[in-house]
Nanobody
């Protein structure tokens, strides 16, 4: 399975961005897809996860500002980010796991929130 993120960039505080993660190769085996981020000098932080049985889980830190959605026909996971804050600046990573508990990661996309 390969994961490719896109949609990052520079945005002002209060702005919005939509990240995309396209999965390819063996996507039938995927159980869940998720977004994580790593801010400068910080540990990897879980943001949101979507499982094939339909459950979606969000981290408290982004609840109400970020929305996860999934286009299953095109194997794309989206993260709509609204009301962005300076502290949302990070590299955002797409993650997927399959039924054999194998983990896959994308290369990451940079999001910078700055005035």
């Amino acid at each position: 399975v390969q994961l490719e993120e896109s949609g990052g960039g520079l945005v002002q505080p209060g702005g919005s961005l939509r990240l995309s993660c396209r999965a390819s190769g063996g996507t039938y085996s995927l159980y869940a897809m998720a977004w994580y981020r790593r801010a400068p000098g910080q540990e990897l932080e879980f943001l949101a996860r979507d499982s094939t049985h339909g459950s979606t889980v969000y981290a408290d830190s982004i609840q109400g500002r970020f929305t996860l959605s999934r286009d299953e026909t095109r194997n794309i996971l989206y993260l709509q980010m609204n009301n962005l804050k300076v502290e949302d600046t990070a590299v955002y990573y797409c993650h997927a796991s399959d039924y054999s508990e194998v983990n896959y990661w994308g290369q990451g996309t940079q999001v910078t929130v700055s005035s």
